[in-house]
């Protein structure tokens, strides 16, 4: 059974997307897949560079060996948290259980090669200051997209303190630097809803 999609107005997308981290286990539809990454492509880039390419993980022999080999990287860093051992196991098993219940996972990832060459460390330090902007709007194009097709995802910052071990778990190239992982699926619940500051807060001055 296909999801049904959400309200096509634009405001409505923006506010009813949130980010979910229980899924039920039913499958999603291939094309919905690609046509989230599609949006995602859409996104502003330096230059145009489009430094961004996605690793989709649908295969659950697949999703259990990246939950595995990432499992190492999330006890090291909930011990140097200073916690318990209880507390460890309970977020551990809830990580897990996200990348093996969400029936797939996309992995956002930077890829570099294409970006402006300079002679300067400033210039080059800000062009892939501008390429990790442009990932993140490539994401909540991706995010936008898989909400308003009546699905959900959320987004989990992990890949960022153990790119090597998802890199060879994967078999990626060394061209791609893992960044983001997307669970996408059907929510189990409806999540709680964060509120946003207001206006007044957001815009500190106007001149
Ligand atoms: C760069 C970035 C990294 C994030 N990393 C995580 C994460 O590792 N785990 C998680 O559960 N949520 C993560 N989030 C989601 C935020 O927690 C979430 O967007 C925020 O709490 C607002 O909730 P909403 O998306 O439902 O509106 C991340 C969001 C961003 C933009």
């Not at 980010?19 to 999603?28: Q, Y």
Request: one cysteine or more; hydrophobic letters at 45%; glycine letters at 4%.
């Amino acid at each position: 059974m296909r999801p049904v999609p959400r309200a096509p107005e634009l405001a409505d997308t923006l506010t009813g997307r949130r980010s979910v981290r229980a899924f039920a286990t039913r499958r999603v539809p291939r094309d919905l897949i690609e046509r989230a990454i599609e949006a995602a492509g859409w996104a502003p880039s330096p230059h145009g560079s489009q430094p961004w390419r996605f690793v989709v993980i649908e295969a659950m022999e697949r999703r259990v060996a990246l939950a595995d080999a990432m499992s190492g990287t999330w006890r090291a860093q909930l011990a140097l948290d200073r916690q318990d051992e209880t507390v460890i196991a309970r977020r551990l098993a809830r990580s897990r259980e996200r990348l093996e219940r969400a029936p797939v996972l996309v992995l956002a990832c930077l890829y570099l090669r294409d970006l402006q060459e300079y002679p300067d460390r400033d210039r080059r330090e800000a062009e892939v200051t501008m390429a990790i902007q442009s990932l993140g709007a490539a994401v909540q194009n991706f995010l936008l997209a898989i909400y308003q097709a009546g699905l959900d995802s959320g987004w989990m910052c992990a890949p960022l303190f153990c790119p090597e071990i998802i890199r060879d778990t994967l078999d990626l190239s060394a061209d791609l630097h893992p960044h983001a992982l997307l669970p996408v699926g059907h929510a189990a619940a409806d999540p709680k809803r964060r509120p946003r500051r207001s206006l007044d807060e957001l815009i500190v001055d106007w001149h």
